[in-house]
């Protein structure tokens, strides 16, 4: 017999995988999308793309979305070549500027201990919290800006 006693429903599959199908984790982000637009009223989500191109190469970009008041940045690159000539400064004056512009009133995103925690520091990011060991022997830090 599958499933509950009683039941006609079979016992649902789990199935691990370390490539997983785009479609499904789209599914899944849409799904928990859902949930936290009915449980907290709040709908005005709206998605954040800054694309830096060279010709038609992507060099750089800032990925994230707004959503209640705040902007939260989940990813930030600029290739290597193109690094220490005002690409990240640009991108993150133009996500801010964005972010006002939709009502914003704070920006939060994530970085560890090798990757840029200073530049973010210039730009007025605080740390609001931080998790040793992620990945071994670096730190995990989430930073918040609040806007005026």
Not at 67 to 81: F, H, I, Q, S, Y
Not at 83 to 99: K, N
Request: aromatic fraction near 10%; hydrophobic fraction near 35%.
């Amino acid at each position: 017999m599958t499933g509950s006693a009683g039941s006609l429903e079979p016992a649902p599959q789990f199935v691990l995988s370390d490539s997983p199908d785009p479609r499904e984790v789209q599914l899944l982000e849409s799904r928990l999308d859902e949930f936290n637009l009915s449980h907290t009223g709040i709908r005005d989500v709206r998605y954040l793309s800054i694309i830096v191109r060279n010709r038609d190469a992507a060099v750089g970009g800032l990925y994230g979305w707004t959503w209640g008041g705040c902007l939260e940045v989940k990813t930030v690159w600029v290739d290597e070549a193109w690094r220490g000539r005002g690409v990240g400064t640009r991108l993150l004056t133009m996500a801010e500027t964005e972010a006002r512009a939709r009502g914003a009133r704070q920006i939060i995103l994530s970085t560890h201990s090798f990757q840029a925690p200073d530049f973010y520091s210039r730009f007025g990011f605080e740390v609001a919290g931080y998790i040793d060991d992620y990945p071994i022997g670096h730190r995990s830090i989430y930073l918040r800006k609040g806007l005026r």
